[in-house]
Nanobody, 118 residues
Framework: QAQLVESGGGLVQPGGSLRLSCAASGFTLDYYAIGWFRQAPGKERERVACSNSYDNSIYYAESVKGRFTLSRDNGKSTAYLQMNNLKPEDTAIYYC???????????WGQGTQVTVSS
């Protein structure tokens, strides 16, 4: 069964770093888009980073630009979201998807919780 599994979340102090992983099972990521979304309590889910399948450009939300980096290791069928200089407002559940950047998926995994707090 093809699925994506997010991991790597946790509790971190403001200014700290985390690297989230998105592991594909049952398929390889080579020719797919990769997107990271997050949803904070009481807020709508928002896209924070995305890479289309058909070009090399990567989109970042303004709120994370310069702090978050999306990457992938196709050999491991895993994508990553490196998050540096974390802020309390980054606290959310983070999800990954293979939907193209102009598409909002309607199917989500369990996500991984990121909590930024002192």
């Amino acid at each position: 069964q093809a699925q994506l599994v997010e991991s790597g979340g946790g509790l971190v102090q403001p200014g700290g770093s985390l690297r989230l992983s998105c592991a594909a099972s049952g398929f390889t990521l080579d020719y797919y888009a990769i997107g990271w979304f997050r949803q904070a309590p009481g807020k709508e889910r928002e896209r924070v980073a995305c890479s289309n399948s058909y070009d090399n450009s990567i989109y970042y939300a303004e709120s994370v630009k310069g702090r978050f980096t999306l990457s992938r290791d196709n050999g491991k069928s895993t994508a990553y979201l490196q998050m540096n200089n974390l802020k309390p407002e980054d606290t959310a559940i983070y999800y990954c998807t293979t939907a193209e950047c102009n598409i909002v998926p309607n199917d989500w995994g369990q996500g991984t919780q990121v909590t930024v707090s002192s």
